[in-house]
């Protein structure tokens, strides 16, 4: 039975690993729809799957804890972080610290991965649980 810790350690690299599968599934699904439609629609079409994807993901293999409607409603929230985060990561080290614009999203997408990790675990676990047992343990 794993301990808090590193349950949260397995839990944050899934996490991490399911952002990079959700972002290439994204740029694949933005390039294919790119080659029908206007390219924002390419990307608000490409966002949306991508997101259901990453939900039921990080149901499955991050959380280990079943896909429910509330759930699924609430996790955009966990985009929404990230949305944030990395816009004010951005205005941080181009505007005040004066550094490139070229690298500064994936460093600014670097802080948002805890927070938006911190978001999209408290969606997907029930209210007071410090951590989610595997259900074989149950």
Known sequence: REGPHSLMSRQLLMFAVIGVVNTGTYYGL?????MWVPYLVAHVLATALSMVGSFFLNAKFTYRTPATWRKFLLFPLSNATNFVVTTI???????????GSRFAPLLASLWAIPATFVVSRWVMLPKGTPYNLDPNDV
């Open 30 to 34: 933005y390039l294919l729809f790119l």
């Open 89 to 99: 990561g951005l205005y941080v080290i181009v505007d005040v610290l004066h550094a």
